[in-house]
């Protein structure tokens, strides 16, 4: 861990002058609001300006494709984080859903040559998407920093 806190700090870079969305999935909540306060976090890290940060809300993660793409035509962003949690269940569902998604926000990124943090997390059970959406294992920050990252690129 003592490894990966320090690359992370070294790559800290001045974003102050970058539009920033974050697309935020409400249907987990408790994860997602984890992902986006350590996407928040690594924003102000990066000195991106608070009125720069546009945040939008969705139902699943099935809507962020979408609404990552309104976000960056609507506000002319420089780089976007799309943030969910899909959970196992009893069936194939999320498998479906994981796939469609990732595929919609790689096109996203490519067809509008905007930076697109992958903030989509797939478990087998909410204690392992809880672990990955808190503390230094937060794959909000992590998505923040590689959207930033390539943007200022």
Same mark, same amino acid.
């Given at each position: 861990?003592?490894?990966k806190?320090? &690359?992370?700090? $070294?790559?800290?870079?001045?974003?102050?002058?970058? +539009?920033? *969305?974050?697309v935020?999935s +409400?249907?987990?909540?408790?994860? @997602?609001?984890?992902?986006? %306060?350590?996407?928040?976090?690594?924003? +102000?890290?990066?000195?991106?300006? $608070? %009125?720069?940060?546009?945040?939008?809300?969705v =139902? /699943?993660?099935?809507e962020?494709?979408?609404?990552?793409?309104?976000?960056?035509?609507? &506000?002319?962003?420089?780089?976007?984080?799309?943030?969910?949690?899909?959970?196992?269940? %009893?069936?194939?569902?999320?498998? =479906?859903?994981?796939?469609? @998604?990732? =595929?919609?926000?790689?096109?996203?990124m490519?067809?509008?040559? @905007?930076?697109?943090g992958? /903030?989509?997390?797939? @478990?087998?059970n909410?204690?392992?998407? +809880? %672990? &990955?959406s808190? *503390?230094e294992?937060?794959? /909000?920050?992590e998505?923040?920093a590689?959207?930033?990252?390539?943007?200022?690129?």
């Amino acid at each position: 861990m003592q490894r990966k806190k320090q &690359r992370e700090k $070294d790559n800290v870079g001045d974003a102050s002058k970058l +539009r920033v *969305g974050i697309v935020v999935s +409400r249907f987990n909540p408790d994860v @997602t609001g984890g992902m986006l %306060e350590g996407a928040r976090a690594t924003l +102000r890290a990066w000195k991106v300006k $608070d %009125e720069h940060v546009h945040v939008a809300h969705v =139902y /699943g993660s099935f809507e962020l494709p979408l609404a990552c793409a309104r976000l960056i035509k609507k &506000r002319k962003l420089d780089a976007v984080i799309a943030l969910g949690c899909i959970v196992k269940g %009893e069936t194939r569902h999320d498998e =479906y859903l994981a796939q469609a @998604t990732s =595929y919609g926000l790689m096109r996203l990124m490519l067809d509008t040559n @905007t930076p697109v943090g992958f /903030g989509l997390i797939t @478990t087998n059970n909410l204690k392992q998407a +809880r %672990e &990955r959406s808190r *503390g230094e294992n937060n794959k /909000g920050s992590e998505a923040a920093a590689a959207a930033l990252e390539l943007a200022l690129h």
